[in-house]
């Protein structure tokens, strides 16, 4: 189970890079550009592992459904989309909105499918802790933007220094 949690923090960490490295690259050139470039890199990486992996033995699925694809889509455009709000609202406040989203989502669906399987009031109110997870991290992302939003705040950097350089009174 250690092993499985390494791999999820990792993810998040490659996530977060990714994330990072491509704003930079779309504010030299477009959010679309940025993906085009993350998908084809990607695309080559992932090709050559395959072939190292799997070798000649790799074949495509003959009989997956059409929608099984659609993720490939909603992958381009999240990388789109990431490239291009990243920039402009900050790493921290995007990858906050990003899990506020994903966890908006999981508990949606969390909660038609407890309905449509008709589960017990019990195993409703074990959504409560996601649900009041997401409203914290939303009311977080709030609070962050009011204190930006506060025309008489001092920078962070300010504040950084001011900190840093505050002499030792004399004795």
Known sequence: ???????????GICISLSRVLNGRLS?????????????????????????LVHGSSF?????APLSAYAGGVIGVLF???????????GAMRTSLLVISGQMLVSVSLSLV???????SLLSLL??????????LILFGVYLNQQRQANPYRKPDAELG????NKKKPAR
Do not use: E
């Open 161 to 164: 220094c001011h900190a840093l």
């Open 59 to 63: 074949s495509l699925p003959q009989n």
């Open 113 to 119: 499918l407890l309905f449509i399987k008709g589960q």
């Open 27 to 51: 504010l030299d050139r477009t959010a679309m550009l940025s993906s085009y470039w993350n998908h084809l890199i990607g695309f080559i990486f992932l090709s050559l592992l395959v072939l």
């Open 1 to 11: 189970m250690s092993w499985f949690i390494f791999l999820a923090v990792l993810n």
């Open 126 to 135: 074990d959504m409560i802790w996601p649900i009041a997870g997401m409203i």
């Open 79 to 89: 990388v789109a989309i990431n490239s291009f709000v990243l920039p402009r609202i």
